[in-house]
C-alpha cells in the first residue's frame, strides 16, 4: 500500500502500477508459466501466473523493476526486448487493489535451465490447455487474448511445420545458436572483450563481442548485440559469414552452433555498455591472443586466419 501511494497517479487519475509481470511466448504458441509456492502471506500462492514482481523505490520505470525481478528469481530468464502490453488489476496480500503492467516479449529458452530462486517451477503452455490449470485470475482470458492479437506469437501455420510442443524426431537435439562479431580496426587488430570475474560463461577471460540469436535472424541479432554491448553500428549488408565451429558435446549444456561473420562496414567506438558482463574492450593482434583467451574463440580465430569456414573441438584441422 505504501508503494502504491508514493508511485503517485497516473494521467487518468488511476494509480500507477506499481508491480510488474512478463508475458513471455516463443513464437511457436507456447506461453511461459510460473508456478507460485504454495505457501501462506503470498499473492495467489500455489497457482500458474507470470513472471514478475513489486517495484521498489530505485527502480527506475516499472520496465526495471520486472529485469530486476527477472534476474532475482530467474538468473538466465532475459529476453531481449520488452514492450508495454496491458495494465490488468489485481489485489495483494491485505486485498487492496493493485495495478499491475504486463510486458509482452519472445524467449525461446529452456525453463529447465533456469536457476528458480523463487516458486516451484517455470513451464511452457499452450493456449488450448490453459482451462486444465490452476491459474492467477484473469490470466487465462489475458494470454487469449495476446494470442488472438498477435499471430505471431502462435508460430508459422504451413503445412510439414512441426507442432506446438510435439516431439522432436528420435536422436534430435536442439542447438542454441550463437552469433560472434569478427570485427578489425584500420591496422588488422580484431576486437575483444574482457569477461567480468562472476560471468556466467568465460569468467576473466577475453572473447568477441556475441551473443545468443533469439526469435530473429543471425544477421539481425548481430546488430543488434553490437548495438547494446559495446554501442556499435554494423551494416548488415557488409556482415560475411567467415567461420562456424560446431560444439557438438558440451558438458552439461546444450549443443552449440557458434557463427562468426566479419563486419565490413561498422562505426562507433567500442564502450562497456553491459558492466556486468563485460568489462573492458581492446584491439588485439589475432596471431598474438592473450592467454586467457575463450577456447573455442581462439580455435574461430585460427580457422579464419588459415581460411577454413569450419571447426570442431578436438578435430585435428587439414
Known sequence: AK????AGDGLDGRPEPVNASALLHDGRG????????????????GTFALPGGGREVDDASTEATL?????????GLEP????????EETTDTDGLAMRVQIYSGRWNGDPDAIDLREGVMLRWFTPDVLDRLRLSPGLGELIRRHAAEHPSAAGPRRGGRRRPGAPLPDGTALHVVGVHLYLQDERGRVLLG???????????????LAGHCMRESALACLCREAREEAGLTVDPAGAELVHLVHLADPPGAHPRMQLFFRAASWSGSPKVLEP???VAWRWWEPKDLPAE?????????????????YSEPGRAEQ
Open 80 to 87: 531481449a526486448e520488452l514492450m508495454p502490453y496491458a495494465v
Open 276 to 278: 556486468d558482463r563485460c
Open 3 to 6: 508503494l502504491l501511494a508514493a
Open 293 to 309: 583467451t575463450v577456447p573455442y574463440t581462439r580455435l574461430a580465430i585460427e580457422g579464419i586466419l588459415a581460411g577454413r569456414r
Open 194 to 208: 574482457l569477461r567480468h570475474p562472476d560471468a556466467e560463461f568465460g569468467a576473466n577471460q577475453w572473447h568477441l
Open 67 to 75: 529485469r530486476r525481478e527477472l534476474a532475482e528469481e530467474a538468473p
Open 30 to 45: 507456447r506461453y511461459l508459466l510460473h508456478l507460485r509456492d504454495q505457501r501462506d502471506g503470498i499473492r495467489e500462492p
